[in-house]
């Protein structure tokens, strides 16, 4: 098991950038793939981007494809996502998760840990 704390969040305007980051604490010495998911009111969590252990393999949602970035930098165990041209549509809680294994997986139901979350508001 680990444990994860997102920070970055924010309000801001349509076309602005924000960059969140995700603190992973706990047994960190097994490979894990992580990822993003995002919920908005009244929505389920959707997936958003994932990435191998590695850093090598990385998978994006159609909506942010070439607008997000997802990465990690184990040495100091963090996972980021970089977001540009924010949209409104992109307003969400957004949510870090880890599973044990190699690769990226999509579905939320395969991660069996997550943050609290953090809010992303963008304005029109």
Not at 30 to 36: D, E
Not at 111 to 121: A, I, L, R
């Amino acid at each position: 098991q680990v444990q994860l704390v997102e920070s970055g969040g924010g309000l801001v305007q349509a076309g602005d950038s924000l960059r969140l980051s995700c603190l992973v604490s706990g047994h960190t010495s097994y490979s894990f793939a992580m990822g993003w998911f995002r919920q908005a009111p009244g929505k389920e969590r959707r997936f958003v981007a994932a990435i191998s252990w590695n850093g090598g393999n990385t998978f994006y949602a159609d909506a942010v494809k070439g607008r997000f970035t997802i990465s990690r930098d184990n040495a100091k165990n963090g996972l980021y996502l970089q977001m540009n041209n924010l949209k409104p549509e992109d307003t969400a809680v957004y949510y870090c998760a880890a599973r044990g294994g190699s690769f990226y997986y999509t579905n939320p139901y395969e991660y069996d840990n997550w943050g609290q979350g953090t809010q992303v508001t963008v304005s029109s």
